[in-house]
T-cell receptor
Framework: QKEVEQNSGPLSVPEGAIASLNCTYSDRVSQSFFWYRQYSGKSPELIMSIYSNGDKEDGRFTAQLNKASQYVSLLIRDSQPSDSATYLCAAAMDSNYQLIWGAGTKLIIKP | DAGVIQSPRHEVTEMGQEVTLRCKPI?????LFWYRQTMMRGLELLIY????????DSGMPEDRFSAKMPNASFSTLKIQPSEPRDSAVYFCASTQGANQPQHFGDGTRLSIL
């Protein structure tokens, strides 16, 4: 069974700190990974894509991929209250056009 | 560039009525996906199309649900007859190809009374 797993949270982080969100997957042939942010009542919004092992940085966001250990993470530096949302991890499997979705981690940034 | 466009944004109707949700994908995106999201079950893939052809409809809950894509710029998801347990947010998403991110519309919030 192909699965993507995330801790549902909530994860509470003080403003200005680093928020670390983690995702593990069970299938070794996954090629691409995506992080989406979803505010309450809104649609998922793509914030990061990562395709190869290592780190990828975009502003305050860093995605990390470790295919040997089958995990992908998202770091948010200098967390702001506006980062409070649910973060969804998704993986593309076997060059398939579907994405396998995690259940999402609710992040709360406390002022 | 315009994103994925869904209509209506909200739909409230009585049990037994027919519901039709509409979606226009991003121009040039050959893949279109219909999802349903609830608190209990999260984001569920219902069906997806490639070049207007349904590829996988294994997520469609039952025969009351049907989806069509008559051309590259329009798709519908129909529920007939609707039931209260169909209440959810329905999203449409599109993508250019394999291993690419999907881009979501604003969703339709459906309430069946």
């Amino acid at each position: 069974q192909k699965e993507v797993e995330q801790n549902s949270g909530p994860l509470s982080v003080p403003e200005g700190a680093i928020a670390s969100l983690n995702c593990t997957y069970s299938d070794r042939v996954s090629q691409s990974f995506f992080w989406y942010r979803q505010y309450s009542g809104k649609s998922p919004e793509l914030i990061m894509s990562i395709y190869s092992n290592g780190d990828k940085e975009d502003g305050r966001f860093t995605a990390q991929l470790n295919k040997a250990s089958q995990y992908v993470s998202l770091l948010i530096r200098d967390s702001q209250p506006s980062d409070s949302a649910t973060y969804l991890c998704a993986a593309a499997m076997d060059s398939n056009y579907q994405l396998i979705w995690g259940a999402g981690t609710k992040l709360i940034i406390k002022p | 560039d315009a994103g994925v466009i869904q209509s209506p944004r909200h739909e409230v109707t009585e049990m037994g009525q027919e519901v039709t949700l509409r979606c226009k994908p991003i121009s040039g995106h050959d893949y279109l996906f219909w999802y349903r999201q609830t608190m209990m079950r999260g984001l569920e893939l219902l069906i997806y199309f490639n070049n207007n052809v349904p590829i996988d409809d294994s997520g469609m809950p039952e025969d009351r649900f049907s989806a069509k894509m008559p051309n590259a710029s329009f798709s519908t998801l129909k529920i007939q007859p609707s039931e209260p347990r169909d209440s959810a947010v329905y999203f449409c998403a599109s993508t250019q190809g394999a291993n690419q991110p999907q881009h979501f519309g604003d969703g339709t919030r459906l309430s069946i009374l």
